[in-house]
């Protein structure tokens, strides 16, 4: 049996959306299953409880690691950054992304395909 996890991400302007991106990932459910379980280990050890990119690369909480005087950490934006990206290089055996590109036509108050 195969495991599979997929998510979007869109970009909007003015409420509309104009880029959507669908990715995934795919492994087996035993490699999945050892994935799963050193992944929130590995969070946990750098006190996250999930991930998120968007988030992650816009430094926003919990992602907004700060060094003693204030500044941005990014020995540890990075070391997090590696530390995800090597866990699933390790488990995951296929990715997956798709896109698509739309553009807002007025004139008929929808999204319409760019191709």
């Known amino acids: 049996?195969?495991?599979a996890y997929y998510d979007e991400s869109g970009e909007h302007v003015d409420g509309d959306i104009v880029n959507m991106t669908v990715a995934g990932c795919v492994s087996t459910s035993e490699k999945w299953t050892v994935f799963d379980a050193q992944w929130r280990d590995f969070l946990a050890s750098e006190g996250l409880s999930e991930f998120h990119m968007t988030d992650f690369e816009a430094w926003v909480?919990?992602?907004?690691?700060?060094?003693?005087?204030?500044?941005?950490?990014?020995e540890k934006?990075?070391?997090v950054l590696n530390?995800?990206?090597n866990l699933m290089l390790e488990h995951i055996e296929?990715?997956?992304?798709?896109?698509?590109v739309s553009m807002f036509d007025p004139e008929r108050n929808r999204l319409t395909a760019n191709l």
């Open 1 to 3: 049996m195969i495991w």
């Open 61 to 74: 909480p919990p992602f907004n690691f700060t060094l003693p005087g204030g500044g941005r950490d990014k």
């Open 77 to 79: 934006h990075n070391r």
């Open 83 to 85: 530390g995800v990206l």
């Open 94 to 100: 296929g990715f997956y992304a798709y896109g698509a």
